[in-house]
């Protein structure tokens, strides 16, 4: 009798092991490198509590986006998408990569854990910016061409309006607590501000001028700070009092910038120049610049907030920067005019996530 319980309980352990490396297997199957022994790692913009994220880049002339691996700075996918990407953004969780074309004016809606377009939808003239709530519910899309912005249900993936706005609008960014998006209007030197819940303009932020262009938030919520395209300058607007408070000069014909997690420092991509420069936001002034190139314009803070990814347009190429030192650590090969990079916020690593 005992000798056939033992045989019993092997038996079980064989098979409980059996399973159980077969279930270890099949998790590590998905990522964009199709390498298992770097699933742990890959999955990471796919919604897990990671300190890394992967890094996107849009390549306006090839007609395609890139994967690169935060660790080995390697280019580890290559997904066709519209004609002429212009922008793109990861969803709050990490699930999708959208790309907005500009000039088949539409946007391809990427599966980040299989690197697959799974949907592309057709939105206004020639779009640009895009962004999300930081809820992850709306995804908007600014029109340049049409001075209109589009709405998409992030978890349907459809479009459920479009709301007029100001002259040749460019991008826009949401509150922190995704109640308002703010739009940039180039052509009328204004901000549209949108009630998320009606999606309707219910007020406009006036004399920004300068021909704004791109825009960010502070970690805070306080502040926008939107680039000027007329004036290489970036704009101070304070969100409570709705108008522009100060101007901090930097580099020419600048576009792109995003914000470090502790709300201290911004980095701006000048693609007039060679370099990128550091703003300190509560000094209000340009502290350094870093020379990376011909025609930085895309930029972004990894997730962690140890690196700035800078995509060089005129170089075919993204530059990554240490962020403690402010200098140039490494230079990525990419494919023909790199325009804008994205990555996992650094906000959405302060939740923990289950879902992918």
């Not at 998006?181 to 300068?210: L, P, R």
Request: glycine share 8%; net charge negative.
């Amino acid at each position: 009798m005992k000798k056939r319980m033992v045989v019993f309980v092997i038996f079980f352990l064989v098979i409980l092991t059996s399973v159980s490396a077969c279930t270890g297997e099949d998790e590590k199957i998905a990522g964009p490198t199709g390498n298992p022994e770097e699933n742990d790692e890959v999955r990471q913009a796919s919604g897990g509590p990671y300190k890394e994220a992967l890094v996107y880049v849009n390549n306006k002339d090839s007609n395609n986006l890139q994967v690169i691996h935060p660790t080995t700075h390697e280019v580890v996918r290559n997904i066709d998408v519209g004609e002429k990407p212009t922008y793109n953004e990861i969803s709050p969780k990490g699930n999708n990569v959208y790309v907005v074309n500009s000039k088949s004016e539409d946007v391809s809606i990427i599966d980040a854990k299989t690197a697959e377009v799974i949907k592309t939808i057709p939105v206004g003239k020639t779009p640009k910016g895009i962004n999300f709530t930081p809820d992850g519910k709306w995804v908007y899309v600014v029109n340049e061409g049409d001075n209109t912005v589009t709405v998409i249900d992030n978890e349907s993936m459809e479009k459920t309006s479009t709301i007029d706005v100001g002259e040749s609008p460019h991008n826009g960014v949401a509150s922190v607590d995704s109640s308002t998006f703010y739009v940039t209007n180039t052509g009328s030197d204004s901000i549209s501000v949108i009630d998320t819940a009606s999606q309707q303009v219910t007020n406009t932020i006036k004399e920004v001028e300068g021909s704004p262009h791109n825009i960010n938030i502070t970690p805070d919520g306080k502040t926008l700070l939107v680039t000027l395209t007329q004036t290489s300058e970036v704009g101070v607007v304070d969100i409570k009092d709705a108008e522009m408070s100060e101007v901090i000069p930097v580099g020419t014909g600048h576009h792109v910038l995003d914000v470090t997690k502790d709300g201290k420092y911004a980095y701006v991509g000048n693609i007039g120049t060679n370099f990128v420069s550091v703003i300190d936001i509560s000094a209000e002034k340009e502290i350094k610049q870093i020379e990376v190139g011909k025609g930085p314009h895309g930029i972004i803070v990894s997730a962690n907030g140890d690196a700035v990814y800078a995509a060089i347009s005129g170089e075919n190429k993204v530059t990554v920067i240490d962020r403690k030192t402010n200098e140039v650590v490494d230079n990525i090969d990419v494919d023909s005019f790199p325009f804008f990079i994205s990555t996992l916020e650094s906000h959405s690593l302060d939740k923990k996530r289950t879902d992918n």
